[in-house]
């Protein structure tokens, strides 16, 4: 066992503790000591500065005249549990000499031998600038998204009605070829249009905290994949889709919004894979868990990307040259969280990628 330390000799004990109070005015940190009492017997030069008070002035005084009333409420609850002996953590604003400053604090008790307390240490900082800093991007983040969410729904009934009239006049009937193509064209450009701003719309509901209201019906999954299938047979019909959709019993899932992924998901494999190669969707149980794979070959996503695939506003260049907003898979991955299952993708030059989408057959 190793012996004790010798005791130092008076004055080494007074320059001992000259060395630690240069030591604690150094630090960067509000450092002072609380008796069992509540008053304080140290302070270092920042604590006391902090207050607008010589040093001596807060010796021996309480913590109640030293902070004032309303912060002492505040911070009594803290006090209390290191004085029973507990250490105790906080960060919370606290009135300050007639405005409100965010203190980050730690007290720390001190334990005589016996088991008693004798006081605490209280070490704190003052993170005012950083709390205000995060509230003001908070504030610009919900108002930036806010304003997404505003501008995209009253972008969409003026775009719905383009769409509606374009559509009109396609089956018409009335127009020549010119016309027609032309017509084609502002539908296909304003159906695009419709799809961002839907995008846009989920993506604020979900990042001002609303997410997605599911309307979970039963739904037969390996039909709905056919769906879509077929849909991106005819708006591809230079690609090769294989399906290997194996029966499943009817799940409760939202039809429309699971539509919305097996369709981004194939969508994108298009998009993103060679032409002359083919894309596989696979839909299979796992027990009872429902595990849909979109395959597709061709170069594979760089692993710095794939860390960060299903985060928004992400965009990968696209082998057909149309660009997005980037939300697609994050809003996809959404979905599929919201249904109390998970989204994750692989991704080798060997292999290919595939995207698994791993659904429990009813949400939570």
Known sequence: MRPPFPPLPEEDLHTFAQRLRVVADAAPVMLAYV???ERYLYANTAYAAWFSHPRDAL????????VGDAAYELLRP???VALAGQRVHFERPVPYSGGTRCINATYVPHLRPDGGVAGYVSTVLDVTERYQAEEARERTSRFREHFLGVVSHDLR???SAILA??????HAGTLDERQGRMVARIARSAAGMERMIGDLLDFTRVRLGDGFLLEPVPTRLEALCQEVVEELEVAWPARELRSQLAPLPPGRWDRHRLT???SNLVGNALQHSPEGTPVTVTLRAEGTTAVLEVHNEGTAIPPELRAH???PFRQGTQRSGRRGLGLGLYIAHEIVRAHGGGLAVSSSEETGTTFTVRLPPHPP
Request: cysteine-free; overall charge negative; proline content about 3%.
């Open 157 to 159: 009934n003026p775009l």
């Open 59 to 66: 010796l021996g005084r309480s913590v109640r005249e030293v």
């Open 78 to 80: 803290a006090v209390h």
């Open 309 to 311: 695939l299903f985060e």
């Open 260 to 262: 919305q992924v097996v």
């Open 35 to 37: 008796d069992s009492g």
């Open 165 to 170: 009239g374009a559509n009109a006049l396609l």
